[in-house]
């Protein structure tokens, strides 16, 4: 029996498909800000008011989300069911959606990158250097965004470390297409400027509050997998990537997203492409 081929969960877009992210930390900082203001400036009594009154919209706010499921704003996006994430073909026939990922599992490689900071002193956020770093970051991540394509990175996702109470590690993921794409990253003059900058703040200074770290993986085809049951698009899942739509000759923005109820992706080896393997050598 042929493989099927696997069934997009987004259709193609000619735009990419939108991230979600989140600015709750901004908003606890800001509204503790907020807080302290107000207690030094109004007697007790009155300054307590806003905390009260955003402890009831948040009860309201469950409550509502919990018995009306279209005002629960937890389940927007999810899949509901088994997925997986497929990188599509280059190119695909229009109106033949199993062109788009065909039906071969993880039949491309994949380059994955960690790359975050920690801050070591309780100053945190004011500590000395944060906001000149946080800069440096942001500007190596903006120019990823920026030229994806030279560089053959295909998305991101942000994470908060939990090992400590402080969460005070930061690390951002990455894809790429090859090893060769992360290169080119890495000798870019953007991040070239952030990595001289944090060794001056280092060696010149002699700070070393501020630790920087990164990981990388290559998976070459079949040397990986992935399942999400019930979950929005995250992670590898939540990347955008190109393929030509042969028809119009337009390229458009994928989301590697498939149905993984397909017999080929019901198990770990099945989606590492080894089961297909194994039975046509059997």
Known sequence: MAPQDFTG???PSKTKHPVKSSGLGQFLTLGALGQITLLA?????YALLPVIALLLHSMTTIVLQSVSPSQNTYAQGVVYGRSSAQLPAPGYESGKQGSVFGSKPAAQGI????LGFRVNTPLGVLSTGYIDFVGQFKNCSDQLASCAEDFGC?????????????NNTIMTVFYFRDIEGLNRFAHDKVHRAAWDWYN????????????????????APGQYETIYVNMPPLLFGATNVKSRNQATGEEEWIRPVVDAENMALRSQWG???RAIRDETED
């Not at 400036?41 to 009594?45: A, D, V």
């Not at 380059?111 to 960690?114: M, P, R």
């Not at 001056?200 to 998976?219: A, P």
């Open 200 to 219: 001056n703040f280092c060696k010149k200074h002699g700070y070393k509050h501020i630790g920087i770290f990164h990981e990388t993986y290559y998976s």
């Open 271 to 273: 989606r590492m492409g």
């Open 154 to 166: 295909i998305g991101s996702s942000n994470w908060t470390a939990d090992e400590g109470s402080n």
């Open 41 to 45: 400036i109004l007697p007790s009594q």
């Open 9 to 11: 969960i987004f259709n």
């Open 111 to 114: 380059v994955v990158l960690f």
